[in-house]
């Protein structure tokens, strides 16, 4: 059974991430050639004054220095 665990930054629409889903879904099912039912994906969303990449925050204004 694949388990598909991702993680996201907060800011996309519903209607994208379900369709993000399913699309990874429908990957994962097709080239591990594993029954669609058995494929398991979770997304959580992360709030982007949460997640950093060095010390620069995704909720730091662009062109910010920090």
Do not use: Q
């Given at each position: 059974?694949?388990?598909?665990?991702?993680?996201?930054?907060?800011?996309?629409?519903?209607?994208?991430?379900?369709?993000?889903?399913r699309?990874?879904?429908?990957?994962?099912?097709?080239?591990?050639?594993?029954?669609?039912?058995?494929?398991r994906?979770?997304?959580?969303?992360?709030?982007?004054?949460?997640f950093?990449?060095?010390?620069?925050?995704?909720?730091?204004p662009?062109?910010?220095?920090?």
């Amino acid at each position: 059974m694949p388990l598909i665990h991702v993680t996201l930054v907060e800011g996309r629409d519903d209607a994208r991430v379900e369709a993000f889903i399913r699309e990874v879904a429908r990957t994962a099912a097709r080239t591990l050639d594993a029954p669609l039912s058995s494929v398991r994906v979770w997304v959580d969303e992360v709030p982007a004054a949460r997640f950093a990449v060095g010390d620069r925050l995704k909720s730091d204004p662009p062109g910010d220095g920090a």
